[in-house]
């Protein structure tokens, strides 16, 4: 193609060649406005129409009408205006022929490719993961913790450790899945969206026979919603015992007990006749065995095989408008003597539902209870809510007398995960006796070490008001729910702990509740006493030990028998000096649960020695 301004071309030329021999920078400039003009093939009338071409200013444009003037000049030519090259410009398309007018090229639309991970890279081995959870239970939701665990065996990089020379490490590609849509997060879960689960599946089938550790998809594994009924009976308990424990897969839908059911509807209470009453609906268990995401938690006295055969059962549920929300309230929380029943009037008087009972541990609780009463199973659920009342001079008396600490633990120890400790105000003088400093002090420690959410009223009537506008909030919070408890015959002192410390692992999503006959089995006074929390108690009594460092060495030991066994290990051949640090050294604990070695040569004194040291 030829230039259609040759003498255009010269000059810029001549000043592209001068800037190269004296080495200036605006060689690069003219080079650029050089190849432009050469590739141009329409003549210029004036060379302000330059202007449109790629490397060409107003500078240029400028040299260039200089050099045109002197052109025009030198040969006697008329010097060209920028008025005439408009003008021409307007008539160019009129007189130029239809059929030599080029049409404008379609733009060709780009068609973007999915995105498809690389083999065993970060973000292959995180989709996979969250697949084979979607497999097993239909949601898939998962905690970063559980991914970096389970999906380490499908990539080849850590997801925890940067490779040496770098800053990132494989999870850093989980914002890349968030960004392509692959992956959702829901607070501390995350959740593949469907275009997640074609690629996750497509990986899958694609690694098979490269991947050791990728087995083939079975199209089978997909969970599919169960569909089951609330059944009615007019035949006595024991019928439904064994119904529920002997179907056959002739008479209903049978569900692997390998996969959770995600969608259950049933009948409400109203569609069964009256002459029935509803029993608690028992699903299909939620349990899955050989589930990667069930991690091993810390057992004391039982191995984590024992825990996770109690987890396989089949859990109550209480399906949303069968339930109502009740308050439970201790009889010994009374305004005064002569005045027993004002804090039940007023909440009534509020429009809360409240009965008042003998309470092991704390002085208010929740139950959820059925609107009829079941043919098997409980009729109440304890909600997983529970306030310790203290007036300020009860406060100081249980400060005084060890109640306050021992209170606490057994709080602790109940199974609540929410506990409200209410302090109300009242003959605050009182408080002189021990200090205003050390009531501060409990209060904070019971709130920071002890992890209770500390509450302070003025009155009985703002205490009351706040029963009642947590009342509200749990019926919010509960009434629209499937709750979920654990059978009675599960429910064991030693173990119950374990147990919910393992379903959460397995199933953060799930809170696994009590009913009200097995919340009071488990923290009864006289029935709830075992080994452990006596020894915690004994632990507690030594200087320096607090709860979280007793419940570790418990953990740690078991019994005294063992912890004395253990210092005694070697006998008198063993230096005391060795024997002080053993406890610090079998001590896996961190922060508040760390057991220094003060604390540990205190408790070596104390239990070892015949005579301790003061």
């Known amino acids: 193609m030829e ?23 605006s060689y690069t400039i003219y080079k650029r406005a050089y190849e432009s003009m050469a590739k141009y093939p329409t003549p210029f009338i004036h060379p302000v129409e330059a202007l449109c071409l790629t490397g060409i200013g107003q500078k240029i444009v400028s040299q260039l009408e200089t050099k045109l003037a002197e052109h025009c000049q030198a040969n006697g030519l008329p010097m060209p205006t920028p008025k005439q090259a408009k003008a021409a410009r307007r008539k160019a398309p009129l007189e130029q022929p239809m059929d ?76 890349t899945l968030l960004e392509k849509n692959l992956v959702y997060q829901n607070a501390s879960r995350y959740y593949m969206t469907e275009q997640g689960t074609e690629i996750a599946k497509l990986l899958r089938r694609s690694a098979v026979g490269i991947d050791p550790n990728v087995k083939p998809l079975d199209e089978s594994e997909e969970p599919q919603p169960v569909t089951r009924m609330i059944p009615s009976y007019s035949a006595p308990a024991s019928s439904s015992n064994s119904t529920a424990s002997t179907r056959t897969p002739s008479s209903q839908t049978t569900v692997s007990s390998s996969f959770r059911p995600t969608t259950i509807t049933s009948r409400t209470t109203s569609s069964i006749p009256s002459s029935s009453k509803p029993m608690s609906v ?23 095989a024992d825990i996770a055969s109690l987890a396989r059962f089949q859990p109550i549920a209480f399906l949303p408008g069968t339930f109502d929300i009740v308050l ?28 008042k009972r003998a309470l092991d541990v704390g002085d208010v609780l929740w139950v959820a209870r059925l609107k009829e009463d ?24 249980s400060i005084k007398d060890g109640r306050f600490m021992e209170q606490k633990f057994r709080l602790k120890r109940s199974g609540i995960e929410h506990v409200i400790y ?16 050390a009531i501060r002090t409990s209060q904070i420690s019971t709130q920071v070490t002890d992890g209770f959410f500390v509450k302070r009223t003025m009155h009985h009537d703002q205490t009351i008001e706040y029963f009642t506008s947590v009342t509200r909030e749990l019926k919010r919070l509960y009434l629209r729910k499937t709750l979920h408890a654990i059978p009675d015959r599960v429910v064991d002192r030693a173990t119950y702990l374990d147990l919910q410390e393992y379903l959460k692992e397995i199933y953060p999503s799930r809170q696994y509740l009590t009913s009200y006959q097995a919340f009071c089995s488990l923290n009864s006074k006289s029935n709830a006493v075992v080994v452990r929390d006596v020894f915690v108690k004994m632990l507690m009594t030594i200087r320096g030990i607090s709860a979280e460092k007793a419940t570790e060495i418990a953990k740690t030991y078991g019994t005294p028998r063992r912890m004395f066994s253990n210092l005694d290990e070697g006998g008198t051949s063993t230096k005391h000096t060795e024997r002080r640090k053993r406890i610090a050294q079998s001590n896996t604990g961190a922060g508040r649960k760390k057991i220094g070695l003060a604390a540990s040569a205190r408790i070596a004194d104390i239990w070892y020695l015949e005579e301790p040291p003061n």
């Open 3 to 25: 230039c259609g301004n040759p003498l255009y071309l010269e000059w810029i030329g001549q000043w592209m060649d001068f800037a190269r021999e004296h080495n200036f920078k």
């Open 100 to 175: 030599e007018e080029e049409e404008p090229k379609a733009k060709r639309l780009r068609t973007q490719k999915p995105y498809v991970p690389g083999l065993r890279t970060g973000p292959y081995g995180i989709l996979l993961c969250l697949l084979d959870a979607k497999l097993l239970d239909g949601e898939g939701a998962l905690t970063k913790a559980q991914i970096v665990a389970d999906g380490q065996i499908y990539c080849d990089c850590s997801l925890v450790n940067p490779d040496p020379g770098k800053f990132y490490t494989a999870w850093s590609s989980m914002k």
């Open 328 to 355: 439970i309230l201790d009889i010994r929380e009374i305004r005064g003597q002569s005045d027993r029943d004002y804090i039940g009037q007023k909440l009534m008087e509020n429009g809360v539902q409240v009965e």
């Open 282 to 304: 028992i699903e299909s268990s939620s349990i899955p065995s050989g589930s990667k995401s069930m991690l091993p938690v810390e057992k004391t006295g039982t191995q984590a």
């Open 374 to 397: 079941p043919i098997v199973g409980p009729s109440e659920i304890v909600l997983s809510y529970a306030i310790e009342r203290k007036r300020m001079d009860d406060l100081v008396s």
């Open 422 to 437: 209410l302090v109300e105000s009242y003959k605050s003088d009182d408080s002189y006796e021990i200090g205003v400093e």
